[in-house]
């Protein structure tokens, strides 16, 4: 098949999957209201912890309540399905036969996730900006260059948390439930990202270790673009950092991949 035909299969993909997207409001409402009550409560939070201080850590009670908002927003950014998608082809058997599809079946699964993404922004995450601008604080960046800074941390955090998934998923030709795995690695995400507790509240060992670990850049370090909080150094380390985390998980899915191909085809499913 040429590139122009299984470009136009994606693309159909990417159109059919945001018509399915759009079609099951409940599940949009019930995110909404959800997210929007962790947001709030981490809000009242923060404003219970700073006490009335105006600096923690050099970050102000103004711009943690940003954070909070903005984290909430990237969540949405962030969410992806494939290990679902991977775990259900597997376990309905039909996984060898998609792999001998003439389109890529991962480029498929791509194409669904920025389709739901694409769906997500009007459903859910201009929502969340709406309630989290009128009840907390509007979430405005430190400057137009922070703005845009965070906007290329975001794009390369994508495709970390995307690839990170991918790779994860490949534990679905071992494991025979992936549903706990999944839950785990979600709520693991969230503790070491900074998502919810920002890292410079953790020990300076901790905060070492898991500023190599590639949670933080999903997260932390976006948020901390979008505050202003950060210098040259850590700027040009963190967009490195997060550059090779994609490099390493590439690497690591192909390597993966391959080997479960090999062992399908010899094996038949």
Not at 73 to 84: F, Q
């Amino acid at each position: 098949m040429e590139k122009k035909q299984k470009f136009n299969v994606y693309l159909q993909v990417y159109k059919m999957q945001i018509i399915r997207s759009l079609t099951y409001k409940f599940d949009v409402y019930g995110n909404i209201i959800m997210q929007s009550i962790i947001m709030l409560a981490s809000a009242f939070f923060w404003k219970a912890l700073y006490g009335g201080n105006d600096s923690v850590s050099g970050v102000s009670v103004d711009n943690m309540l940003v954070y909070t908002v903005v984290s909430s927003m990237i969540s949405v950014v962030l969410t992806t399905n494939v290990e679902r998608r991977v775990t259900g082809s597997v376990s309905k058997g039909t996984i060898a036969i998609d792999m001998m599809r003439p389109v890529d079946i991962y480029k498929v699964f791509l194409a669904e996730n920025l389709a739901g993404g694409t769906a997500l922004v009007f459903q859910n995450l201009i929502p969340i900006f709406i309630i989290g601008s009128v009840l907390i604080k509007f979430p405005k960046p430190a400057s137009a260059v922070a703005f845009v800074l965070f906007l290329v941390s975001l794009f390369l955090a994508f495709w970390i948390n995307w690839f990170l998934a991918l790779t994860f998923s490949m534990l679905a030709f071992k494991v025979i439930n992936m549903d706990s795995l999944i839950q785990v690695k979600k709520h693991l995400i969230r503790l070491l990202s900074g998502s919810i507790i920002p890292i410079w509240f953790f020990p300076a060992s901790l905060r070492a270790v898991l500023e190599c670990l590639p949670f933080v850049y999903l997260y932390q370090f976006p948020l901390n673009l979008y505050i202003g909080k950060y210098d040259t150094h850590t700027l040009i380390k963190g967009f490195i950092v997060q550059a090779v985390w994609i490099v390493i998980f590439v690497a690591v899915f192909c390597i993966m991949k391959k080997r479960i191909e090999k062992k399908i085809m010899i094996q038949g499913g």
